[in-house]
């Protein structure tokens, strides 16, 4: 009995702590810093030369609009792609404008990030093109997916693509072996090589969020233990971030299996097909409340 009550009483801290701490709001951005605006400048991590220089990144944009312009045409969308040279905070926006996708990448502060390499570039630009394409859960005000969701995106479908392209195929990142490792349930087919890049960029990219939010860096091998009781369409933790990217890139659905509107489950693993480890995590999606969230942020 003793047990069980301790049991609970984790349970209700969990819950408390999985308060939802903010809305969704796309003007924030999707990297957004808890630094004090007087030190912004940390969020550049000094590194004096470009990780990637400005060139690159408007290449590897170029490329991404070619790779993906068609799957929103075939919307009636078109997809334009911003790349800002003159703000000095790492972040990256996607907003909706008629018919117009907008993706605006500050790409400065991208190219000057410790660590930061084409890949990385490739899954930033992935998780904007998420907000567009990445399905339920969508925040109906703006029209766009949640932030995990368009996380999760980002690796299960976008980043395949993306890696499969003549540049990304041409520009091998080194990846490390315990990368490898997690794309186990891969081996035997091509893309383990992608799917260990794609966790690497999403281990480089949760960690770039986590120093600019100053909570503690995330690792491949932990897991947010934060149980949602309702999805949580803002951005979770860093940790939570990577779990989910993490889970996406380790999702074995196809990415030709597209995510939709009003279809939730539609394109992603789910339990009864799938492993926990392929599952969008707990940490903030909880399969059938998006529709009471949705309905408490819409203002009517
Ligand atoms: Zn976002």
Redesign the pocket.
């Known amino acids: 009995m003793k047990k069980l009550l301790l049991n609970l009483g984790a349970v209700a801290q969990v819950m408390w702590a999985a308060a939802p701490a903010q809305a969704f709001n796309p003007v924030d951005g999707?990297f957004p810093s808890a630094v004090p605006r007087s030190l912004k400048a940390m969020n550049f991590n000094s590194v004096i030369r470009p990780s990637v220089p400005l060139e690159e990144i408007q290449k590897i944009s170029q490329i991404f609009k070619e790779t993906f312009a068609e799957d929103l045409a075939r919307r009636g969308q078109v997809l334009k792609i911003t790349l800002d040279e003159s703000k000095t905070d790492f972040n990256a926006f996607?907003k909706v404008e008629g018919a117009d996708r907008l993706i605006m990448v500050n790409a400065r502060a991208m190219a000057f990030q410790a660590k930061m390499n084409p890949d990385v570039v490739g899954l930033v630009l992935c998780?904007?093109l998420g907000?567009h394409l990445g399905g339920e859960p969508v925040v109906a005000e703006y029209d766009m997916s949640a932030?995990g969701q368009?996380d999760y995106f980002a690796t299960s479908k976008c980043m395949r693509r993306l890696l499969r392209t003549p540049y990304f195929q041409q520009n091998v990142q080194p990846v490390s072996l315990v990368y490898q490792s997690y794309c186990g349930a891969f081996l035997g087919r091509n893309d383990v090589a992608d799917c260990a890049r794609g966790l690497m960029a999403a281990s480089v990219l949760a960690g770039i969020t986590a120093r600019i939010n100053l909570q503690e860096p995330p690792a491949i091998e932990k897991s947010d233990q934060t149980r949602v009781v309702a999805t949580e369409m803002a951005h979770p933790s860093a940790q939570c971030r990577l779990d989910t990217l993490r889970a996406g890139g380790l999702c074995h659905k196809s990415d030709e299996l597209l995510m939709t509107r009003g279809f939730p489950n539609w394109g992603a693993c789910l339990l009864r097909d799938s492993s926990l480890y392929e599952v969008r995590p707990a940490c903030w999606y909880a399969p059938g409340s998006q529709w009471i969230t949705l309905a408490n942020e819409i203002s009517f």
């Open positions: 999707c996607a998780h904007e907000h932030e368009a």
